[in-house]
Nanobody, 123 residues
Framework: QVQLVESGGGSAQAGGSLRLSCTASGDTISIYCMAWFRQAPGKEREGVALINTGRGSTYVVDSVEGRFTISQDNAKNRVYLQMNSLKPEDTAMYYC????????????????WGQGTQVTVSS
């Protein structure tokens, strides 16, 4: 089993920055891919950034390209989401997720989820 705990959410003005952290514990050696998803009120949960924990390769969706960066610190079993140039439409609950095989945005293929951290961006 793997446990995921997010931190770093909060409020920011449009154009500002926040950094989210996700700390994994438990059977972390089994993790192949980690991701950040977000869910705004009334909308479906969507994957915004992925990282292959072995290769370090990353992917972000077009809507956050150039603004959000996903990275990892393997020594700390931690994944980060640096969010710059925030927009009001980035307001959502952000979730960290992990999976044992593959690396894509399919929600149903993630094995582990954190509780989420709220990000609110005001104009």
């Amino acid at each position: 089993q793997v446990q995921l705990v997010e931190s770093g959410g909060g409020s920011a003005q449009a154009g500002g920055s926040l950094r989210l952290s996700c700390t994994a514990s438990g059977d972390t050696i089994s993790i192949y891919c980690m991701a950040w998803f977000r869910q705004a009120p009334g909308k479906e949960r969507e994957g915004v950034a992925l990282i292959n924990t072995g290769r370090g390769s990353t992917y972000v969706v077009d809507s956050v390209e150039g603004r959000f960066t996903i990275s990892q610190d393997n020594a700390k079993n931690r994944v980060y989401l640096q969010m710059n140039s925030l927009k009001p439409e980035d307001t959502a609950m952000y979730y960290c997720a992990a999976r044992r095989t593959g690396c894509n945005r399919r929600i149903d293929e993630y094995n582990y989820w954190g509780q989420g951290t709220q990000v609110t961006v005001s104009s």
